[in-house]
């Protein structure tokens, strides 16, 4: 029996860095790169564009097809949704704020788990989000859920959008980074805690390239255990 692609889940809560660590990750090992976040943006902006939002009357299991169905593909840096580039649409911190309420709706999460387990195929893949190493991918090979103090958190998420020129206020996003943390921490389906055998990575006053060199000396002996396990078997 073949094994299936091996998977290197990268967890934590919102601007901690875990998109730039995966992508960089993704690249050094050769990895195809799954952004579960964006994904729930995804379907948010889907849905949004709709003008259903977290509290529009709808029954479950139409939200568990349209998000098993979600046409949502990752295009070297293009986020697309159907036919359109949706990689600075998703990034609203409006939508960003429906992403995280949908979150917290089981149907929309058992769709969205389908779509997540099609990213998984050879040679391997770098998963980031809030549940991979729990959930998603709970036998990924290396599961890391990086940290970083939350203000810090909210300066990085602010330098990020007034690069894009966009207007924002520290304390507002620092409001909204905390709220987010609490529902994403709170909520009853997948909510936002370490696996049990993830490595727990402070990032706070890491550069990436730092983390990166980390995370990559964990994969390099968690690979190798793997591999002396099947040897044995």
């Given at each position: 029996?073949?094994?299936p692609?091996?998977?290197?889940?990268?967890?934590?809560?919102?601007?901690?860095?875990?998109?730039?660590?995966?992508?960089?990750?993704?690249?050094?090992?050769?990895?195809?790169?799954?952004?579960?976040?964006?994904?729930y943006?995804?379907?948010?902006?889907?849905?949004?564009?709709?003008?259903?939002?977290p509290?529009?009357?709808?029954?479950?299991?139409?939200?568990e097809?349209?998000?098993?169905?979600?046409?949502?593909?990752?295009?070297?840096?293009?986020?697309?949704?159907?036919?359109?580039?949706?990689?600075?649409?998703?990034?609203?911190?409006?939508?960003?704020?429906l992403?995280?309420?949908f979150?917290?709706?089981?149907?929309?999460?058992?769709?969205?788990?389908?779509?997540?387990?099609a990213?998984?195929?050879?040679?391997?893949?770098?998963?980031?989000?809030?549940?991979?190493?729990?959930?998603?991918?709970?036998?990924?090979?290396?599961k890391?859920?990086?940290?970083?103090?939350?203000?810090?958190?909210?300066?990085?998420?602010?330098?990020?959008?007034?690069?894009?020129?966009?207007?924002?206020?520290f304390?507002?996003?620092?409001?909204?980074?905390?709220?987010?943390?609490?529902r994403?921490?709170?909520?009853?389906?997948?909510?936002?805690?370490?696996?049990?055998?993830?490595?727990?990575?402070?990032?706070s006053?890491?550069?990436?390239?730092?983390s990166?060199?980390?995370?990559?000396?964990?994969?390099?002996?968690?690979?190798?255990?793997?591999?002396l396990?099947?040897?044995?078997?």
């Amino acid at each position: 029996m073949s094994m299936p692609p091996p998977v290197l889940a990268i967890d934590g809560p919102t601007a901690s860095g875990k998109g730039s660590l995966s992508r960089l990750l993704a690249q050094k090992l050769g990895f195809h790169y799954l952004d579960s976040g964006a994904i729930y943006r995804v379907f948010a902006l889907h849905l949004d564009r709709q003008g259903i939002g977290p509290a529009s009357p709808m029954q479950e299991a139409d939200l568990e097809r349209i998000a098993a169905q979600l046409p949502v593909r990752f295009h070297d840096d293009r986020i697309e949704l159907a036919a359109d580039n949706a990689s600075e649409a998703i990034r609203d911190e409006r939508i960003g704020r429906l992403a995280s309420e949908f979150a917290a709706n089981p149907a929309v999460r058992r769709g969205l788990l389908q779509r997540q387990w099609a990213f998984r195929t050879a040679p391997g893949l770098v998963a980031d989000g809030r549940d991979m190493g729990t959930v998603v991918f709970p036998d990924a090979i290396l599961k890391v859920f990086l940290i970083a103090d939350v203000e810090e958190r909210a300066r990085r998420r602010t330098k990020q959008l007034i690069e894009k020129g966009i207007s924002v206020n520290f304390r507002d996003l620092l409001a909204d980074v905390k709220a987010r943390d609490a529902r994403d921490s709170s909520r009853e389906t997948a909510p936002l805690v370490p696996a049990a055998d993830a490595h727990i990575l402070d990032g706070s006053h890491l550069s990436i390239d730092e983390s990166a060199q980390q995370v990559l000396k964990w994969w390099l002996t968690a690979s190798e255990r793997v591999a002396l396990s099947d040897h044995r078997s």
